[in-house]
């Protein structure tokens, strides 16, 4: 056994561990819910990514493996098309079978039989293994963050507001710095993915580009900025919105954040630590684009693009306020200078999640892991909260559609320099 | 304590005992679930007939109850605008607090505040806690019959065919009797409630009403029998179609009734006792209005209206098939003569559910129990295998729309005399 | 000839001519849109009249005849299914061809074609055209109210307000008669059309039926006393509802009837002679049977059955405020006594659409006439100001949707006596 | 009077002149329809473009101007949230009124004031009016080109199978030339309109960008050419496609480009000549992006980025076949080299509509022009045969959404070079 299989058997166990340990504040219940058919239940996550390992991995390459029921073949196939059938998404949340023992029971007979092949792969495929138990490992660090995200939303519609856990580290209570801004002169940089090191598909190839000089906002806008935006009544004010945007504010009665809610004239804010005051000082979360978008022109700037915030980004450590960090809530930020690029929320950049120049997806059925959704979505960057740190990369690529809010989104502005 | 409060006593605990033996098969996952807007989550059913006894009884009647927690005055209200709000019907599925030990508890907390207080009701209102406890009683059980359909369609959308639970108790493996047909005179006769005994307030006032004179088949239609219509394309042939009827074949692919599928060449049938090849002479179950009304049609005969229904029904005892056997599955006929009339499955009329003449509802928020729903629906006679039978009486009016199917319905033929 | 053929075919005239008389106000963009799926263009109205002759009488008894265009067959086929493919409903108003010219010419070759088989029918069909070209010409009555109604209703969505004519006859300004009630005893009666005369076949048998004794409102419930209801907030009250009736409140955003609007603190009222001020003593009009109902609930009262009603107006003569006035607008009731039984507006009863006793559809595609609509719908009786005085009859079932308010609907009130 | 302003005055002339002459093809009754909510009803077109002289010009700049009528200011204001309130787009085809003839009227008020203010332009507005009036008049161009793809679309649906007219002018019968490829070798290039000549807000700042080395077909992919894709099962096979494509092609049930249909084994086309047989040589024609992206796929190639394009035809003069020809045909292409750069089809860019860099929307209301759009659209480029040629210019950036098709939509291959 190679040495860095070791170190990858490891990864393997820690992930496959902290996907259970962060089911450790559920009850069976919150195990089984879909509150909306963009979420899925936490139950599903654990199933798909177990799911991954076993079609990908155990059924190509392990002759004698044997699922451990046929039916979950169907069951937690996501959107692979070319892999088969799959359960329509919107009714994950009506099945209560499997229970999430049997689930539990699932995931075990899946690290067993992987642990296995990973003590002895066969020779012939040994690379091609060990590149998909990577792909899936951080397949499953991305449904971490799915499963908090999803559990906060399941929470939110629910009057009694359940609580994911009490939070036992401090938060910051420190106000956020000032925000200032750091210039960059423009000219051709180099963005993208190069190298053998771990990088999705999307990230490849490194490829050159032109920037014209710009400056960036040298943190994250917060909760008391954009109630600034609010209380100057910008939720009416059609002249800052997008034309799709305006649809979705009026269609679904948009008036603040996503979580943000009203008790009397108080706003109030729900998140995984349950229902509490607004923090002025919090980086604002859980923004559609089109909300960060509207936000940026009435403040008269603009969000940065992806090429801008990477080439930024770059010369940065991938350090922040990350999953590891056990929080879940985004931190004000502490330093001066370009802080907060990596961890606390992800950024919305004002680029269309579209193929690199040069782009190739992965052979075969993983091909569709990124490359068919690159239509209709914005590319956000940097990771949030509920991201792993060592999943977290410059050139990493995040994406959703322009009205999404279930996820960790904030903002950071930009502009044109002259 | 008069000597009708301690039957009533005894009749509140078992029936409070039966939804719970009734839930005993469920896994606690299979209490949240809600895989059609029409169904509930079965811990939502134990909780809203706990609201029920609560809002109506303690509330008004014990000055110094509490509601366990104030949340479930909404979320357990199921439709009494009167009453206040309510949390929306569709989303019930979408939470997974209270728990289900939480509900438990919540029973255990309401059934002692009642049984004290039928220990000792204050003289004043001792006659309305007691009629509205009747009530509460029997509203109880039709959840029961609610909780068995719905865990039925919540199990029938799951590849995993989930068993409510094994049969214990023999199914009649006999051949259905022939069909024959009994003959009604026709007059003046009456129908609906009248005397002191406990009704719904939709099967009163008694009343005079004219019948011609009619036939009604001696027993349900069969499995077989429905099958014949099938297999001479009934549910291609547009003439045998009430209009909304074939447009609803048409959205909903209609091609057998709601829990027939096909493996191979194969009919089977999905119930609460799993999947299994269909039984040729079990009443055929799980219809829509319109696929009564088109077999009827297909057979040239037609439905019963509902006075015909009494009538004829006024002269049997309530005996069948009910909840009260455990087998939870319509029996073959083995009677000769007029047979089936109650239990085995609710029969289709062709009457719409309409006010009898000189129809009062109940004072106050419990007209709401049944009046407000008296337009779009069609009437239903008779009770089926998950109804109790000392629920049942020959004026109850089960309604339905037309196009609903996960009820226990099934359908008797009926024809003029000339 | 026989002479009963030459009234025939003088009626066919007439009634040819008077579709044609009454589209004169209309400018050809008129003829052309559809506001609502519910609707038709009235170049569509024309043209589908003018297919029924064709199709039930010239393709099957003139060998030599041709349709002008074999695409017309499917273009103004409405809804018979075993005729032949229709268009879609919805998309009737998306049409631009046939131009009006070209169904005027329609109209033509199908006159011209007609009333040669007029004159000569073979012997062997004789009567079978003879009763088809009967009931294409009640057919064809029942479209010219339609084209009135769906006329007002495309004008309605129109901020330029068009008016469909200037009202050349005076309207009458007498207030109407104080409502008083007509006692009716009660017992067996007969309703439902006899006889040879012509009926539509929803109409028979006629059969024997029984009353309990009741009430009707002398006239029709006017737009004051309807503006009580609103001013009690009648639109409010939950309790006034019907549970379907509610949510449609609700989802639509009905505050008062379909044509009703506010300016400023004054309600107005648009009809086919343009906006107006409200007239008080004017029936109120355009109510749905859920507005009916909630009125008559508010009121104390309930609507009548259809039974009741023909009871009731089966010993009037069938005068009132018809097409033939040319006013299409209701009038104030006029008389003591029990009056406005015929014309003005249809009553709603609160009888469902059912078949009567015995009930048998005319034979083949013209079976789809009447009989497959009976479900989900509400009858209606007594002809309305846009209805043909010699189409009416005291038999007559009308039938709508309960939320339908486009067509020229009202309300009498009745009561059950003690 | 400056010279200039004379060439304004007969531009605008002409171009008023043609939107009507653009029209004698119809009927009143082609005027009025909107056979799905993306088109608008000729004399909407028609009415709206005026209405954008009158509110941008007249009303602000011509004190005594009055409206023709108020209510206009509400019917034909298509989408200028700060203009006030418009009438809802999807219920444009359900206003007969005004009328065609009062549509005419309204251009000639509007024409009649603007020529009388451009004849004396107040000598401080005189710029901006000048700036208006171009702009106007691009905008009525624009909706010319909406007018003759919504009048095809109209007729499209009809089984009648209108024809616009029929064409008096040769459709070229020669073969297209062969495929080729033409090079480019990237770098920074500038793109983007500068200068002062007139172009779109969206369009400028002129700016540079770094492309990399790049081949570009020749010429169109043709309809010869798609049918292969289509004969190789394209439209069935999941890899080619995003994954909103393909649920497109599933929920629309796509198998061909929009206005293909079969007879028999034959394709047929329906343009606005009619409907005839699939001409091969012809560039393929109303494709989604989804459509061209799946096309490009399955060729091994790209859609090129709109860099690039506007890179590649920078060189070109803007000839091709536009609506000047009348034909509103793409036409076989006849040249080598690069050609069909402008005009027979839009070409469908791999670039999604967002803001160049330093984009500045025009200040006011007209900024709503284009800027508010920049989301959710696709780029498309180069002009089509419908599209007038003064009107193109390489830097000119056209844009729709990924799954539109009823615009003249064609594509062009790019690759990468190695």
């Known amino acids: 056994m190679a040495i860095n299989d070791a170190a990858l058997i490891e990864r393997f166990r820690k992930v496959r561990a902290r996907s259970e340990s962060l089911c450790a504040p559920l009850q069976i219940e919150d195990y089984c819910i879909q509150a909306m ?75 067993d039989a992987l642990l296995e092949l990973l003590a002895h792969p066969p020779d012939e495929h040994a690379a091609d293994i060990r590149e998909r138990v990577r792909l899936g490992i951080e397949h499953e660090i991305q449904h971490q963050e799915l499963l908090l995200m999803d559990t906060r939303y399941n929470f939110s519609i629910n009057p009694l507001q359940p609580v994911y856990r009490n939070i036992e580290v401090p938060i910051t209570a420190a106000p956020a710095q000032a925000m200032g801004w750091q210039e960059f002169a423009g000219g051709v940089v180099e963005i993208g993915h ?33 109630l600034a935006f609010i209380d100057d009544g910008g939720y009416g004010r059609v002249d800052l919105w997008l034309s799709d945007a305006w649809r979705t504010v009026d269609e679904q009665h ?51 693009t992806e090429a801008e915030w990477e ?24 330093q001066t200078g370009l802080t907060q690029m990596f961890g606390d929320l992800w950024e919305w950049t004002q680029s269309a999640y579209l193929p690199y120049p040069g782009f190739k997806p992965l052979p075969g ?30 050139s990493y690529r995040n994406f959703f559609r322009a009205a999404d809010r279930w996820m960790f989104s904030g903002l950071r502005l930009a502009e044109d320099m002259p």
Request: proline share 7%.
């Open 37 to 111: 058919p963009d979420v899925s239940p936490p139950k599903w996550h654990l199933a798909h990514v177990t799911w991954f390992f076993e079609t990908f991995i155990l059924v190509p390459y392990v002759k004698r493996y044997r699922r451990l029921r046929e039916e979950y073949a169907h069951l937690f196939n996501s959107y692979y098309e070319t892999a088969g059938t799959f359960f329509p998404r919107p009714q994950r949340g009506m099945l209560s079978r499997p229970t999430v023992d049997e689930v539990y029971r699932y995931r075990s007979h899946v690290d």
């Open 194 to 226: 190069g190298g053998n090191a771990f990088a999705y598909d999307n990230e490849r190839p490194r490829h050159r580009t032109l920037l014209q000089a710009f400056r960036l906002g040298t943190r994250l806008v917060t909760n008391a900025e954009y």
């Open 254 to 304: 948009w008036q603040a954040p996503l979580y943000w809610f009203k008790e009397g004239r108080d706003w109030k804010h729900f998140d995984l630590t349950g229902a509490h005051a607004l923090r002025p000082d919090e980086p604002v979360s859980h923004l559609s684009y089109y909300e960060a978008d509207a936000y940026a022109r009435w403040a008269g700037k603009r969000l940065p």
């Open 311 to 334: 080439h930024a980004a770059s010369t940065h450590a991938t350090n922040g306020n990350f999953l590891d960090n056990g929080l879940y809530v985004p931190q004000p930020a502490q």
């Open 365 to 394: 059925t993983l091909g569709e892991y990124n490359g068919k959704f690159m239509s209709n979505q914005m590319v956000l960057r940097g990771g949030c909260c509920a991201t792993a740190q060592d999943h977290m990369r410059a």
